[in-house]
């Protein structure tokens, strides 16, 4: 009888195991306050906004959180970014998260723009760290997102590089996405960690992702916080002018000397307009 009892506890051990594995988020509560989910951008952990979460939890309750296939979290079934999005829908109903502030970066904020544009959502403003509704529009010529498929040569090509040349093309991104050298070697190291289907697949889901129509149906205080390098301000603001034409109000703050990790390169300046954000009624 006690073999039995131990054979199903370690059987629901395991299921309960496998379980929370197969998540598509993983999400870190700490602080006390009105809820703030923090998303983060694409292929980088949740630890990514500890320095902010470090302020914030002190008048905040931060959902802090991590996609499925990144910061060693279990990779999920394809498609991913639907089951990202849906899930953290979820989460925000289930927890009953009312008048919560999303925070998202890069690929996080473009989520956060989803999430609001969404019927009946309980968000009571979004900050957009560095990100737009449709990426894959800037860098695709001729953008249709339904000719984006898994299946093509460039993918291919990523899943079967070996560890030596995709570190060398990790390198080469953490280079671009930073002012400061300690950031870049944290951002080689997340890209190389990350589960790399997940990474060449899910960047597929990202490029395919647009809700620039949705932009018309958000009611809630948006505001943008932009990086001016490389681009220099002049581009950034007419990039994000006709990126976010169908949001009728947003205000967009471009910070000086940052690229696209702001919170990293500009810790102090970014850390006061957040707060200054959150304050405003």
């Known amino acids: 009888m006690k073999n039995i009892i131990l054979l199903l506890v370690t059987f629901l051990s395991l299921t309960i195991q496998a379980q929370e594995n197969n998540q598509p988020i993983h999400v870190k509560v700490t602080g ?16 990514s906004w500890d320095t902010t979460v470090n302020q914030l939890e002190k008048k905040y309750e931060c959902h802090v959180v991590t996609l499925a296939g990144f910061g060693c979290k279990e990779p999920i079934d394809f498609p991913w970014l639907p089951k990202v999005n849906k899930a953290l829908e979820n989460y925000i109903n289930e927890h009953k998260l009312e008048n919560l502030t999303v925070i998202g970066h890069s690929l996080g904020g473009t989520i956060a723009t989803w999430l609001a544009s969404r019927e009946n959502n309980k968000l009571s403003k979004i900050i957009l760290v560095d990100a737009l509704p449709a990426a894959g529009a800037i860098m695709i010529p001729n953008f249709n997102p339904e000719h984006l498929v898994y299946d093509n040569p460039f993918n291919k090509q990523q899943l079967a590089m070996n560890e030596t040349d995709f570190e060398k093309i990790a390198a080469g991104i953490s280079q671009s996405m930073s002012l400061n050298q300690i950031t870049q070697q944290k951002i080689k190291d997340w890209v190389i960690k990350a589960d790399r289907k997940t990474y060449v697949y899910g960047y597929t889901d990202y490029l395919k992702l647009d809700v620039r129509k949705d932009l018309k149906n958000i009611t809630i205080p948006v505001t943008i916080l932009a990086a001016d390098k490389p681009f220099g301000k002049e581009m950034v ?3 994000y002018k006709n990126q976010y034409a169908n949001l009728s109000q947003y205000d967009l703050i471009i910070a000086d000397n940052a690229a696209h990790f702001i919170m990293f390169d500009q810790p102090n300046w970014f850390i006061e307009q957040v707060q200054h954000i959150l304050s405003a009624n």
């Open 237 to 239: 603001t007419q990039t």
């Open 32 to 47: 006390k306050g009105n809820p703030i989910m923090l998303i983060p951008g694409f292929a980088v952990p949740g630890d």
